[in-house]
């Protein structure tokens, strides 16, 4: 054999050179890092358990901020490089701020993520009595496909507040001594007529009662004998009456755990997992900032709400409450609110579609991203020709990109499906409205908007990865 064979051919070498690189990131991993993954993710399973709605996930964060030595933000104080400070906002969203030692002025570093996830709520009348069962009403939240909510259990999560103002909290069906709740659907025997119907139209809206109740009441001068059975243990357990479901929020969600799904452990079944996981992961990041010293831009990282009805609402971003904080901050300091807003940066922190060797005609192969090939970037979004989303700019990718690749980070580009396959939004568009740079990173999910959604545990911890990386910029 002669030396020359041992020699890349020329264009070999050129291909190294001018070719695109994709290799799972599995076989990138530096040593030492896969099992930094696993144990990351054991506390973005606990994560997932304690918070299965905003409420829940707003509580769960602030009090890991807490214990991480962020206090609640006083407007009226004045903060010094390297203070920690969080915002409640109406018990569903969350604003954490470390202050930097650059002034506002010259722009902050923003994470924004989403702690909603779509479930079913309960209707404001509920309760009521059908053929000796007792159910509640529901109307869904966000877009589900209604046949997967149907036989298998469900836990009732949220808050009452009784006539007297007082707030009653509920969290039944996920205590292994609690009982659960189930949506009923045909036997296969009876469901040929059911069969007949389109896959979206397999279950209806109205179709989605929840079972909670099968013992009357025993006492033949009463009507609704199951149904005043049931009004009689929640009174006892709660103290409600059934007007006060009026006011109340109460969100029906799968009764499972956060599990590792794989003989090898390498991904992650759960529940909300969009798009908690982009929020686990950038409240980590902002939480893991050294609490010695100052960053040197200011970090803010928002946990918003209703990203899934299309961010309305007081909790949601295309509302204020996330200016008027920025606005706080900025007043502080003497600075212009617009001068802040223009400088800044963000990554919006949203989930994106896995490919799913199952599925594969929804994506095009060449620009999905897939699981295990890291944290995905998504300039664009959007239906239609990109209607309706924040298409980012080329200047903006290359400083992420290089952010990424100078502090390896193991990440890949994504889009939602193929052209004209469908198509979606982000808050990206919306943070985007206020002036700032943002293009949409996250993590790419299968099976998204299921009961059971599935990540990849190394794409979780490259999230966490690059947000990190980013707000320390
Ligand atoms: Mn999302
Ligand atoms: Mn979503």
């Known amino acids: 054999m002669s030396n020359n064979s041992l020699e890349k051919s020329k264009g070999k070498l050129l291909q190294e050179k001018l070719f695109a690189k994709r290799k799972n990131g599995i076989l990138r991993l530096k040593d030492g890092e896969l099992e930094a993954i696993d144990s990351f993710c054991e506390g973005y399973k606990s994560f997932l358990d304690d918070g299965k709605t905003e409420r829940e996930a707003a509580k769960a964060s602030i009090e890991l901020a807490t214990s991480c030595g962020f206090s609640e933000y006083d407007p009226s104080k004045k903060y010094s490089p390297g203070d920690r400070v969080y915002s409640n906002v109406r018990g569903k969203c969350v604003i954490l701020c470390v202050f930097g030692s650059e002034p506002i002025e010259k722009g902050a570093n923003i994470l924004a993520a989403h702690i909603d996830s779509p479930r079913l709520d309960l209707k404001q009348h509920p309760v009521y009595e059908a053929s000796d069962l007792c159910l509640f009403k529901t109307h869904y939240y966000g877009g589900i496909k209604k046949y997967q909510w149907t036989a298998m259990p469900l836990s009732l999560h949220g808050v009452i507040y009784k006539s007297d103002g007082e707030m009653v909290e509920v969290n ?30 397999g279950i209806r809206g109205e179709e989605l009662n929840v079972l909670i109740g099968s013992r009357p009441f025993n006492d033949d001068e009463v009507s609704e004998k199951v149904k005043l059975g049931i009004l009689s243990c929640l009174f006892d357990k709660y103290g409600i009456v059934e007007d006060d479901f009026i006011s109340a929020e109460l969100e029906v969600v799968p009764a499972f755990k956060a599990k590792d799904v794989g003989f090898d452990r390498g991904l992650i079944g759960a529940y909300g997992q969009d798009d908690r996981v982009c929020a686990y992961t950038a409240l980590k ?103 309706g989303c924040n298409d980012a700019n080329a200047e903006f990718l290359s400083y992420v990109r290089s952010v990424f690749d100078s502090n390896d980070v193991i990440w890949q580009t994504g889009e939602l499906g193929k052209v004209d396959g469908g198509g979606g939004g982000t808050v990206a568009a919306y943070v985007a409205n206020l002036g700032m740079e943002v293009v949409d990173v996250g993590v790419p999910v299968l099976s998204m908007h299921a009961p059971y959604e599935v990540t990849s545990k190394l794409d979780v911890y490259m999230a966490y990865k690059g947000f990190s990386a980013f707000i320390k910029n």
Do not use: W
């Open 172 to 201: 039944i069906g996920e205590d292994d001594c609690d009982p659960v709740f189930v949506i009923t659907d045909l036997l296969p025997h009876l469901g040929q007529e059911q069969a007949k119907r389109s896959l979206g139209d």
């Open 285 to 387: 990041a902002t939480l893991d900032l050294d609490e010695g010293s100052a960053p040197k831009t200011t970090c803010i990282t928002v946990l918003t709400d209703k990203e899934e009805i299309g961010s309305v609402g007081n909790t949601g971003l295309s509302g204020e409450y996330f200016k008027h904080f920025i606005h706080l901050v900025a007043r502080s300091e003497g600075a212009e609110l617009p001068t802040v807003l223009e400088n800044s940066k963000c990554l919006s922190a949203d989930v994106s579609v896995a490919f799913d060797p199952t599925f594969p005609e929804v994506c095009e192969q060449l620009n999905t991203a897939y699981c295990n090939y890291g944290v995905t970037m998504c300039k664009y979004t959007g239906s239609r020709g990109k209607g």
